[in-house]
C-alpha cells in the first residue's frame, strides 16, 4: 500500500495545482457578481470536455505508437509517425473549432444555454474554438515527451500553461492592474494565450529529443491510420464522461441558472478535493500490471485492495474537511438560492458518493492494465447512460437536488459492479498472461480544460509502464523501471 500511495501522492500534487487554477478562473468569473456568467462556464465546460475527448484520445494513440518505435530503437520512423500525427491532430481540431463555431447556438441549445448565458457562452466558445489546434500540438508534444520517458518535462509544460492562467486571469478576467474587465471574454484570452505558450514550449521541449522531422505527403496518409487504430478506440471510451456531464449541465438547467451554477462550482471542487484519487488511477494499473507480467497474481490482488482502501481513506477525509468548509465556500463563490443548496448538500452528503466514482476509476484503470479495456470502455459508457440518463430523468422530479443525488446514484450503481467485476478478473488471472495492449484507452479527466486533460496525462503517465517482455529489453533497461 505504501508504494501505491506514493505514487499517487507525487501525482496528485502536480493536479491540485493545475485544477486549482481552474477553481481560481471560477471565483474570479464569480467575484463580477452575474449570474449568467457563472452558469456560462458550465455550459462552455459542456462543449469544451467534449472537443478535448478527441484531442485526448488522439493524443493517447500518438504516445502508444511512437513509445513502442522508441522502445524498438526504431528512431526514425517514430520520429516520421509523430511528425504526421501532428499534422493530422492540428486539423482534425480544427476542422472541430470551425464546425463548433457554425453549430454554436444549435449546440449550446442543446445543452440547456439560453438568453444572456447563451450569448456569454458563444462568445466564449467564438475566440477559443478556431485555436483548437493549439490543444492538439500541446497534448501531442506532451504525449511524446512521455513516450520519450521524460514525464517530468512534461509535465511542466502543462504547468507553465497553468502558471500564464493564474497570472492572466486576474489581470483580463478582473481588470486588476489594467482597467480591462472583460469578464468570461478575458477569461477566452488568457485559455489562448495559456494554450499558445504550452504549445510553444512543449515543440521546444520535444525538438531538443529529436523526436520531430519535415512531415511528408506520402507518409501522413499511413501515419495517421496507423496512429488510429489506437486512437479511435480512445476517442469512443473517452467522450462517454462529457456526454453524461453535458446531460446533468442540460438538466440542471432546467432549474435556472442559480442551479448550473451550483453545479458549476462543484464540477471545479471535486477535481481539487479528489486530485489524490485521480493520480491513483494513474499509478495503480502500471503496478497491477508489472506484477502480473512478473506471475504476482498476489500482489494483483493486494494492489486492488489496497487502492480501494486509499479511495476510501481520501474520501472520508475530504468529506470532513468540505463540511466544516461548506459555508466558507459558498460565500467565496458569492453562491445564493439553488447554488447554495447544491453547495451544501454536495459538501454535507453527496461527496460520500465520490467513493464509489473513484472505486469506478480504480476497477477501470485496472482492466485498462490487465488486458480487458473493453470493460473500462463498457463501464464508462454504462455510468454515462444507464447510470446517468435514468436517475437524472427520475431526479429531476424533485428538483437540482434530486438531479444531483440521481447522478450520485447512477455512480454508485456502475461503481460497485465495476469493483465486482474487477475482484472477478484479478481472481481468474493465470501466470504468465499476456496483457492486451490496451492501457490507457480511458482516462478519467475531471475538469473541462485542456491544462486539466494534460496534467492527467502527463502527471500520472510517470507512474512506470507495463511490459512483460524480456527483463533485457532496452526499453526497460534504459528507464530502470522495477516491479512495486
Known amino acids: 500500500?505504501?508504494?501505491?500511495?506514493?505514487?499517487?501522492?507525487?501525482?496528485?500534487?502536480?493536479?491540485?495545482?493545475?485544477?486549482?487554477?481552474?477553481?481560481?478562473?471560477?471565483?474570479?468569473?464569480?467575484?463580477?457578481?452575474?449570474?449568467?456568467?457563472?452558469?456560462?462556464?458550465?455550459?462552455?465546460?459542456?462543449?469544451?470536455?467534449?472537443?478535448?475527448?478527441?484531442?485526448?484520445?488522439?493524443?493517447?494513440?500518438?504516445?502508444?505508437v511512437v513509445s513502442r518505435l522508441i522502445g524498438a530503437e526504431r528512431h526514425d520512423e517514430a520520429r516520421r509517425v509523430a511528425s504526421s500525427a501532428l499534422v493530422v491532430m492540428a486539423a482534425v481540431m480544427l476542422l472541430i473549432g470551425l464546425v463548433t463555431v457554425m453549430l454554436l447556438h444549435p449546440i449550446l441549445r442543446a445543452v440547456g444555454a439560453s438568453g444572456e448565458t447563451l450569448r456569454a457562452a458563444?462568445?466564449?466558445?467564438?475566440?477559443?474554438?478556431?485555436?483548437?489546434?493549439?490543444?492538439?500540438?500541446?497534448?501531442?508534444?506532451?504525449?511524446?515527451?512521455?513516450?520519450?520517458?521524460?514525464?517530468?518535462?512534461?509535465?511542466?509544460?502543462?504547468?507553465?500553461?497553468?502558471?500564464?492562467?493564474?497570472?492572466?486571469?486576474?489581470?483580463?478576467?478582473?481588470?486588476?492592474?489594467?482597467?480591462?474587465h472583460l469578464g468570461l471574454i478575458g477569461a477566452a484570452i488568457s485559455t489562448v494565450l495559456s494554450r499558445s505558450v504550452v504549445a510553444l514550449i512543449g515543440f521546444r521541449s520535444v525538438h531538443r529529443h529529436a523526436l520531430l522531422e519535415g512531415p511528408t505527403w506520402s507518409g501522413i496518409v499511413p501515419d495517421a491510420r496507423r496512429v488510429g487504430t489506437v486512437a479511435m478506440p480512445a476517442i469512443l471510451t473517452n467522450l462517454a464522461t462529457p456526454v453524461g456531464g453535458a446531460y446533468v449541465t442540460h438538466a440542471m438547467s432546467s432549474f435556472g441558472l442559480q442551479a448550473v451554477g451550483g453545479q458549476v462550482t462543484i464540477d471545479r471542487i471535486t477535481p481539487v478535493a479528489f486530485a489524490f484519487i485521480f493520480a491513483l488511477t494513474g499509478s495503480v494499473g502500471p503496478i497491477m500490471s508489472q506484477n502480473l507480467g512478473a506471475g504476482l497474481l498476489g500482489r494483483v490482488r493486494e494492489t486492488l485492495r489496497a487502492s480501494l482502501i486509499l479511495v476510501l481513506a481520501c474520501v472520508a477525509i475530504m468529506w470532513a474537511i468540505l463540511a466544516l468548509l461548506q459555508d466558507q465556500l459558498v460565500l467565496l463563490f458569492s453562491a445564493t438560492g439553488a447554488a447554495a443548496m447544491l453547495i451544501h448538500l454536495f459538501c454535507s452528503v453527496a461527496v460520500a458518493g465520490f467513493l464509489w466514482v473513484g472505486a469506478l476509476f480504480v476497477a477501470n484503470a485496472a482492466f485498462n492494465n490487465l488486458g480487458f479495456p473493453l470493460l473500462s470502455t463498457l463501464f464508462n459508457w454504462g455510468r454515462a447512460t444507464l447510470g446517468t440518463i435514468p436517475f437524472v430523468a427520475f431526479g429531476m422530479r424533485y428538483g437540482p437536488v434530486g438531479v444531483l443525488f440521481g447522478q450520485a446514484a447512477g455512480g454508485m450503481l456502475f461503481g460497485s459492479l465495476a469493483v465486482i467485476t474487477a475482484f472477478v478478473v484479478t481472481g481468474r488471472l493465470k501466470p504468465g498472461q499476456a496483457v492486451n495492449a490496451g492501457r490507457g484507452l480511458a482516462v478519467d479527466v475531471p475538469g473541462a480544460t485542456a491544462k486539466a486533460a494534460m496534467a492527467e496525462l502527463s502527471e500520472l503517465e510517470e507512474a512506470p509502464e507495463s511490459h512483460q517482455e524480456d527483463p533485457a529489453d532496452p526499453f526497460l533497461r534504459s528507464e530502470g523501471r522495477t516491479i512495486g
Open 122 to 180: 458563444a462568445g466564449y466558445l467564438t475566440l477559443v474554438s478556431p485555436f483548437l489546434p493549439l490543444v492538439a500540438l500541446g497534448m501531442g508534444f506532451s504525449a511524446l515527451l512521455r513516450a520519450s520517458g521524460d514525464a517530468r518535462r512534461s509535465m511542466t509544460v502543462t504547468l507553465w500553461g497553468a502558471g500564464v492562467t493564474a497570472c492572466l486571469d486576474p489581470v483580463l478576467i478582473l481588470g486588476l492592474g489594467s482597467g480591462l
Open 1 to 64: 500500500m505504501r508504494h501505491t500511495a506514493v505514487m499517487a501522492g507525487t501525482g496528485g500534487i502536480g493536479l491540485v495545482a493545475v485544477f486549482s487554477v481552474d477553481l481560481l478562473n471560477l471565483f474570479y468569473i464569480s467575484l463580477l457578481g452575474d449570474r449568467s456568467l457563472t452558469a456560462a462556464i458550465g455550459f462552455t465546460g459542456a462543449v469544451g470536455y467534449l472537443q478535448m475527448s478527441v484531442s485526448i484520445g488522439m493524443s493517447i494513440g500518438l504516445g502508444a
